[in-house]
């Protein structure tokens, strides 16, 4: 009522610009015009719109690229900022424009006001809350916070004493920011100051990655191939490939031998590589296409010599542990089988040295042959009178030298080479050999369990039926990709996550670290657990440690986990409650191993810091037995500004009840006041007003 | 005083029919199932009577809760879920149950693949027999080499060939079980089954198994397959199979027994019971373990599982350990298996810590009921025996732990057999179909008076019984609800749904109450029909009383925030019901002129050639046009843009109709004859009009000709208007000058109590959604530590909310007029279905995969809601067409 001309005039204007313009709205500024604009209700639907398709538009994105997405992309974007901007203004001026307001608009003014509240305190708690995630085992404490979103790239470089000798690692911490997205091929960060000690570079970022191993030929590699062998057990309608797994991992043969076994469930395959350099490649790939005949159970021994001629022979020898005297055809080699000291036929070695089989290549024996034990048979062979001196024959290890090295230098010589083959252990339902040359060519060879079965050569690519019938099982042989001389690197590629999962994969980088000219390229995942998991790179002599981590905020107390329960619906896996004891220290505030309990929906809050019961995973031993220790996952949130959003909200509850108790008085004023509509809403109220209702 | 009256006549009614209803409907008087529903099980970390058990086993074998099975001379027998759930598992009964149809394997090409193998057989053997004709051998040797054996090629083949007797009774059977009416295979029948996959001739079970594999991702951590249709139908076909064989065998499914009668002992005795067992397994004897020890061996094995190695221990030796131990054992363990029971021997049980009497007396009991339903052809148990089993059980039930008492279990069984959610459609069905038949006697009441004028108060009176008794019932069904599972009734997808249709039956109820007209009622009705009607009838909505997850277990919270979000649901809910109701009166309305059919076919003339191309693209029969998931999408999407075109189209045409063919009624009337109740009407309506809302009331008023008009037609409609204003308030006259304007005036008379309910109804859903966002925030923030996560749920709640705020923001700016509200009721429950439905089945699943199909049937979803909004596009068409100043 103070100023009636004012308000008549917003109220004609906003209801129909185009009616009746009286002089005041023409003389209005440009400034007053803008304003009435911002505080229109027009404004209003279109910025109601535009969130509402923006928020839509956000869940849609969030369910293809993840939450971590979203909030980079949509829910902190400029965009969205301007939007909300859009709101407050709008919001702000319809609330301004009507002042002096009269008592009908309180609810309406008050709502408005608690909506511009929540508003900026939403602002404000997104710019300055500070959150991540605190994971104990039980009996463990921490006092850091750990910031999933904000990734760090730790490197320990080794400190060296005078001597040269390690006495330290000095960890930097550098800082990194890859996005939510697998970087484009070429895209490079480099993340180190020009005077650090290294240079480390970022040059490939993958947010959800699966380890993939990646072969290439390198000059002094192993030997290796890609081989699949794909078995159906019995009534089982797709065949299985039970040597690859999704990481895809090859047969690479040892140094040593040349050879590599693995037993693979029903089946055995191994592989063998004879080099360039082997003098007698063709007789052994001719040895492996024509196996001796096997007829006891100790197998057959083949002697390769040369006869009186010069001229390359073989001569089987059925080892039956009688002990014999024979000389080799057409030759002046005499040849004397020998039974073990034990008086066993055959010399028993076991292949492991340890009991479960160490690490590092201690079983390379085991590891090339995949047998617990082998059988060694033991001739003696002398040339004429001389006394002669013991030659081995190992089974199926070619490389094997047949003369112990030692006897060969204190003077021995090899007068005949012993190959060896024994018959399969009977549980064996097949053993499938791979021979490939130095020259990259391929052979095979299959047992069943009655014996020797095929051979052949075999192309790569080429599918084999290995072995068939028998109750259904059908097994097939396949190598995709042979390299005589080859490396194998850990690499990682985009892990496929299903919808609904995508932002829970674990991130990988690539990167090149520089060391006095020195670069090495190598993949960093982060660690599935909360732990910085450090991988050791070599460049030059040094072994450094790189681990792609998370920043780590210390805390000014502890807290310390000492139990943790987990309560299931009886007889199911539903979990029903979960609790972790804590205690809590803080020397600040005087508590020492304060007991605390934090459950869903029960969170502690200290010192502004709240933490909440998100998660627990229950550990597994080796079988996948869960062991009944818990790691407890808390959420932890520290927002100094949740009363303002929480005073927002109380007030437009209170507005909106207000609102709707006084019957909203936010545009009443106009209709009352004005005198024209006051006449037409009496004269049409006799009547119901067709025109507008249809 | 009338109306008055006759609600309250109403009321008794709906109370009467409730009473009616609740007298327990009879099936087949199977006493002894009765009995026997009400023994306490534990399944799926829950206690509850046999009844609930039996009848999801059954439902999830047969398809439906009770069995009816015709014999070979026609007669039919009907089991109950109980009754049939205990024959299986009786001595001998499976000699008599695994040749009964029973096990659902409705999909024709499932059927034709299990049966394929047998046929062939049995054409082979047809045409090895040397009395077969020549030319009949020919045929069957056809047949034989058929890729699919049809249903109708094999009854052909009968029809014509003449067979020897024998081979035609045996392939006749076949035949009959090809036939799409038989829906049901036998478990012989499946377990004997051999099909040709890949190539491979596999047993029923191996494939199944194999199906398993395959859709779990072959347990190797490799990833699931998609099946196919006949794949996915075997599988389901497999999993009743499974259930079956493991009730009639008594082995459970896999390591989860299903019949569990008895809490476990806690006692020292059984401490010491199961210590003994522990020591037998640890000592390698464990084939010598009996499966009394075994269980309790198991037991402790599943405790060690959840506490660190340095607490566990033998029982018996750490009183600590000891004293927890015994508290899992009487509150969390599982039960023990009937048929554990049934293998012990007396003095075993006693050792267990059973009182050695009661448990002898249980066996007994049962063994008896063995032997009844072996005596018995029919597996009869008599009531005495099943009575003194289920005494029995209870006895040695309450002797060792917590045992439900009997009202409890009564109570389930109760909600079970009168399963009022189930019940709720049929009622509010009924509410409905009076109510609109109300409507309309009314509507041509108003004109004639008369016969329907009385016949509108009596539906009037019979729907809003009807309706009244389904709020009656829901609400009962609610507080058994509650009851049974001890929280508030809206943890999942059903819950939710049966809910809204409550509170929406609830705010319909009292704006009726509030106004007496018949809108809110009757839209109300639609509403909860429809909501009870999905939540009987769609898989997707689980109506089983589940466990919760702990965030939930706040019942405080969960009462608070999720009842106020879905009941603002309801609330849009009931706007969306009257929002329908007001669309088909503008479908039906008098306009200034009435539109031509050319003008109203015009969409669909569009529509069709685009729908159809959308169609042949998504269907693969347009050629190769989609192979990327976009195309496949965007032809969805053409193809709903087609259909929403054609129903739009259709429904204006119809709408013309019937507005047709009342507008001559009202030409036939001419213009006196104004009958009483329409005075009434619009008395009330005006009375009603003064109670609107100021905005509203205000936004109706002068200027309103010039908001729903697009600018440029503004200054000429509006001068026409004030014209036509000048006009009327000079005669002061009541009456219309033309049957037209009569006509439209009667229609607008309708309109406008409904926008006022419909802008009432939106008001309340927007408090509740946003007092709900709030409490949910601060619930969150409680629980979680943050207040606002941008959690999809909470952002859909919120869009929710900003898109009600638009139109009724834009309707005090004048940019939506009645039409816009009825419509934007409509439109806006998309946002209500995405933050309801979508987010969980649309977001979760994702439009990612080809997934219209399957898990919450997005495709079915999406069009029947564009179905929906595609209606008032075609009142929105006939209004534009028919508001067009002609002259």
């Known amino acids: ?694 | 005083m009338s109306r008055s009256h006759s609600l309250f006549r109403a009321c008794f009614l709906g109370m009467a029919g409730l009473v009616w209803a609740m007298v327990p409907a009879q099936i087949n008087a199977q006493d002894f199932a009765k009995t026997l529903g009400q023994v306490a099980v534990m399944e799926a970390g829950r206690i509850k009577p046999l009844d609930t058990v039996a009848r999801h086993e059954v439902k999830q074998i047969y398809g439906r809760e009770t069995i009816k099975l015709t014999g070979v001379d026609g007669s039919v027998s009907k089991w109950g879920p109980v009754a049939a759930f205990i024959d299986w598992q009786m001595p001998n009964r499976d000699d008599f149950w695994d040749n009964q149809p029973f096990i659902l394997t409705e999909f024709v090409p499932l059927k034709e693949k299990l049966l394929a193998e047998s046929i062939r057989e049995a054409l082979k053997a047809a045409a090895a027999d040397a009395s077969t004709e020549a030319a009949a051998k020919s045929a069957l040797e056809t047949l034989v080499k058929d890729e699919i054996i049809t249903h109708d090629s094999l009854k052909n083949l009968l029809a014509t060939a003449k067979l020897p007797a024998a081979h035609q009774s045996v392939l006749e059977s076949f035949s009959k079980k090809l036939d799409v009416g038989s829906k049901w295979m036998t478990p012989k029948d499946l377990e004997t089954s051999k099909v040709i996959v890949d190539g491979r001739s596999l047993e029923f079970k191996d494939w199944f198994r194999n199906l398993v594999g395959k859709k779990n991702g072959g347990g190797m951590g490799g990833t699931p397959t998609k099946l196919t249709e006949v794949e996915n139908r075997a599988y389901e076909t497999g999993g009743r199979l499974v259930h079956y064989t493991g009730i009639r065998d008594r082995t459970g499914l896999g390591k989860s027994p299903i019949f569990t009668v008895m809490p476990r002992p806690s006692s020292d005795a059984y401490l010491k019971f199961t210590s003994q067992a522990l020591k037998k397994a640890i000592d390698g004897q464990e084939t010598a373990m009996t499966p009394m020890e075994r269980d309790a061996a198991e037991a402790l094995d599943r405790y060690f599982e959840d506490i660190p190695k340095s607490d566990r221990a033998m029982p018996g030796t750490k009183p600590d350990f000891d004293k927890k131990y015994s508290i899992w054992l009487s509150g969390k363990s599982p039960w023990i298996p009937l048929n554990t029971i049934m293998e012990a021997d007396d003095a075993e049980l006693a050792s267990a810590g059973f009182a050695a009497d009661k448990a002898k007396a249980m066996r007994e009991a049962f063994r008896k009921m063995e032997a009844e339903a072996q005596e018995s052809k029919t597996g009869e148990i008599s009531n005495p025996t099943a009575l003194s089993f289920s005494a029995a059980a209870r006895q040695l039930g309450e002797g060792v732990g917590v045992y439900p008492s009997v009202a409890s279990l009564a109570r389930e069984t109760h909600f079970n057999s009168f399963a009022p959610f189930f019940q709720a459609p049929t009622i509010y069905g009924a509410g409905l179909f009076f109510l609109l038949f109300c409507l309309v006697f009314t509507g041509i009441g108003e004109k004639s008076g008369g016969l329907f004028a009385k016949l509108g108060k009596a539906t009037y009176l019979v729907g809003m019984a009807a309706f009244i008794g389904g709020i009656a019932i829901e609400i009962y069904g609610f507080y058994l609800r509650i009851m049974i599972s001890g929280w508030a009734p809206v943890t999942n997808m059903y819950e939710t749904v049966i809910w809204v249709a409550l509170v929406t039956a609830v705010l319909g109820l009292a704006l009726e109450l509030i106004y007496r007209k018949i809108y809110a009622a009757t839209a109300a009705t639609g509403v909860a029909l429809m909501a009870t009607l999905l939540a009987a009838n769609v898989s997707l909505l689980d109506p089983e009383i589940r466990s919760l997850q702990p965030v939930l277990r706040s019942n405080y919270w969960l009462t608070i925030h999720v009842l106020t979000i879905v009941s603002s649901y309801a609330a849009f809910a009931l706007a969306l019901g009257l929002g329908l109701l007001a669309t088909g009166y503008y479908l039906t309305a008098t306009y200034r002129r009435s539109p031509g059919f050319v003008q109203l076919i015009a969409p669909a003339l569009a529509g069709l050639p685009i729908g159809l191309f959308g169609y042949l693209s998504v269907t693969g029969k347009a050629g190769e046009f989609v192979t990327s998931e976009t195309g496949y999408y965007i032809s969805f999407l053409t193809a709903l843009a087609g259909m929403m075109l054609v129903v739009a189209s259709v429904s204006s045409i119809l709408g013309e109709l019937i507005a047709r063919a009342l507008f001559r009624s009202y030409e036939a009337a001419g213009v006196v004859n104004m009958a009483v109740e329409f005075d009434e009407e619009s008395a009330e309506a005006e009375s009603l009009q003064s109670a609107q809302a100021e905005g509203l009331k205000h936004a109706n008023a002068a200027g309103t000709t010039a908001v729903m008009e697009p600018p440029s037609k503004v200054v000429k409609s509006k001068a026409a208007n004030l014209v036509d204003q000048i006009r009327k308030s000079s005669t002061q006259a009541m009456e219309p000058t033309s049957p037209r304007e009569r006509s439209m005036m009667n229609t607008a008379a309708k309109i406008k109590p409904l926008s006022t309910f419909i802008y009432r109804a939106m008001q309340v859903g927007v408090l509740l959604v946003a007092a709900g966002t709030i409490l949910g925030g601060v619930w969150a923030d409680y629980s979680w530590g943050r207040f606002w996560g941008w959690d999809p749920k909470e952002v859909w709640a919120l869009i929710v909310l900003l898109v009600y705020l638009v139109p009724l923001h834009g309707r005090f700016a004048g940019w939506v007029n009645t039409f816009g509200l009825v419509a934007s009721s409509v439109v806006c429950f998309m946002s209500v279905m995405m933050a309801w439905y979508g987010v969980n089945f649309v977001l979760g699943v994702g439009l990612h995969s080809y997934g219209f199909v399957e898990g919450g049937s997005q495709g079915v979803v999406m069009t029947a809601i564009a179905a929906v909004c595609a209606v008032v596009g075609g009142a929105w068409w006939r209004r534009h067409l028919g508001q067009k100043v002609t002259a």
């Open chain 1, 1 to 694: 009522m103070a100023k009636p001309t004012k308000t008549a005039v917003f109220n004609e204007t906003n209801t129909a610009p185009e009616l009746v313009p009286t002089p005041a709205v023409q003389r209005q500024s440009v400034a007053r015009g803008v304003y009435r604009f911002l505080a229109s209700l027009k404004l209003a639907v279109f910025s109601l719109s535009s969130l509402s398709a923006l928020l839509a538009y956000a869940t849609f994105f969030e369910s293809w690229y993840g939450t971590e997405a979203a909030r980079a992309y949509v829910y902190r974007s400029p965009i969205f900022y301007i939007v909300n901007c859009l709101l407050f203004t709008n919001i702000f001026c319809a609330a301004t424009i009507r002042y002096p307001w009269k008592k009908t608009q309180i609810g309406f003014v008050i709502t408005h006001l608690g909506l511009l509240t929540l508003i900026v305190g939403s602002f404000i708690s997104q710019k300055f809350t500070d959150d991540g995630q605190v994971g104990l085992s039980e009996g463990e404490s921490s006092r850091q916070l750990i910031r999933t979103q904000q990734p760090v790239i730790r490197v320990r470089v080794p400190e060296k004493s005078d001597a040269g000798e390690t006495v330290a690692l000095q960890e930097y911490e550098l800082d990194i920011k890859p996005g939510v997205f697998p970087w484009k091929p070429g895209r490079t960060e480099k993340v180190t100051r020009p005077n650090d000690p290294f240079q480390f570079e970022v040059v490939g970022f993958l947010p959800e990655a699966q380890p993939k191993f990646a072969h290439e030929s390198i000059a002094d590699g192993l030997p290796m191939i890609d081989a699949h062998l794909l078995i159906n057990a019995p009534n089982q309608i797709e065949a299985q490939d039970i040597l690859s797994d999704s990481v895809g991992r090859w047969l690479k043969a040892d140094a040593r031998f040349g050879r590599v076994a693995q037993n693979a469930g029903p089946a055995t395959i191994a592989f063998q590589y004879i080099s360039k350099d082997d003098s007698e490649v063709a007789e052994k790939v001719a040895d492996f296409l024509n196996p001796p005949k096997i007829t006891t159970p100790d197998g057959t021994a083949r002697l390769h010599y040369l006869d009186k001629t010069g001229k390359k022979r073989t001569f089987d020898w059925v080892v039956d542990g009688k002990p014999r005297k024979e000389t080799l055809p057409d030759s002046d080699l005499t040849v004397e089988f020998l039974p073990s000291k034990e008086g066993e036929i055959v010399l028993r070695m076991p292949t492991r040295l340890s009991e479960n089989g160490g690490p590092g290549g201690n079983d390379i024996l085991f590891n090339a042959t995949g047998e617990a034990e082998i059988g060694i048979v033991r001739f003696k062979i002398s040339k004429g009178d001389n006394p002669g001196s013991d030659h081995y024959g190992w089974p199926d290890l070619v490389q094997a030298p047949s003369l112990v090295p030692g006897d060969a230098s204190k003077g021995a010589t090899q007068l005949a080479r012993v190959s060896y083959l024994r018959p399969r252990a009977p549980g064996s339902f097949g053993y499938v050999e791979v021979l490939g040359t130095g020259d990259g060519k391929l052979y095979y060879r299959v047992f069943g369990r009655e014996g020797f079965r095929k051979a052949a050569e075999l192309k790569k690519g080429e599918t084999i039926e290995a072995f068939s019938g028998g109750g259904g099982m059908a097994g097939k042989l396949r190598v995709d990709d042979f390299l005589p001389s080859g490396s194998e690197k850990l690499t990682y590629v985009p892990a496929n996550l299903p919808v609904g999962q995508k932002g829970n994969g674990l991130p990988a980088i690539q990167c090149k670290m520089t060391v006095a000219g020195t670069t090495k390229d190598f993949w960093v995942r982060r660690s599935p657990d909360l732990k910085p998991l450090y991988q050791p790179v070599r460049i030059g002599t040094d072994l450094y440690e790189v681990a792609y981590d998370v920043d780590r905020m210390d805390l000014d107390f502890e807290i310390k986990l000492v139990n943790f329960e987990a309560g299931v619906d009886p007889g199911t896996e539903q979990a029903s409650s979960f609790e972790s004891q804590i205690e809590l220290t803080d020397s600040k505030e005087k508590v020492q191993s304060k007991p605390i309990t934090i459950s869903m929906n029960n969170p502690l809050i200290w010192r502004g810091y709240t933490f909440y019961q998100s998660n627990y995973i229950p550990a597994t031993d080796e079988s996948g037995r869960r062991t009944g220790d818990f790691i407890s996952v808390f959420q932890v949130r520290h927002d100094r500004v949740w009363g303002i959003t929480y005073m927002g909200s109380l007030i437009i509850v209170i507005g909106i009840f207000l609102q709707f108790y006084m019957r909203s008085g936010a545009f009443k004023g106009r209709s009352t006041k004005s005198e024209v509509s006051k006449t037409a809403a009496q004269s049409s109220s006799k009547r119901p007003r067709v025109e507008s209702t249809l």
